[in-house]
C-alpha cells in the first residue's frame, strides 16, 4: 500500500527570455528557473518548489498554499503544457 504524502497546487507563470524559457511561481520567493526548453523550465522549477519545501519544513516552516492529502484513492486533474516541434 502507498503511504500517503501530500502535494500542493502552484500556478506557474512561463516567459520566454533570450536563453529559452523562464518559469516562476507567483508569491513563492526564489521559485524560479530557466530552460532550453518549455517543459525543462517547468519541471526545473519544480524541483526548485521541492528543495524550498524541504527547506521550510526543515525550519517548521509552510510553503503557504493549501496542502492536501494524497492517498491511494485520489485522482488529479493536472494541465500543462505540452512544446510540439
Do not use: K, W
Not at 524541504?54 to 498554499?65: I, N, P, W
Not at 494524497?70 to 510540439?84: G, I, N, S
Amino acid at each position: 500500500m502507498m503511504a500517503d504524502s501530500h502535494a500542493v497546487y502552484f500556478s506557474v507563470v512561463v516567459e520566454s527570455n533570450e536563453d529559452g524559457y523562464l518559469a516562476t511561481i507567483p508569491g513563492l520567493q526564489g521559485a524560479f528557473a530557466e530552460g532550453d526548453t518549455l517543459d525543462q523550465a517547468i519541471f526545473n522549477c519544480i524541483d526548485v518548489v521541492r528543495l524550498i519545501a524541504a527547506y521550510r519544513a526543515e525550519r517548521g516552516e509552510s510553503l503557504g498554499y493549501n496542502q492536501f492529502v494524497l492517498t491511494p484513492e485520489t485522482r488529479l486533474t493536472v494541465a500543462f503544457p505540452v512544446e510540439l516541434a
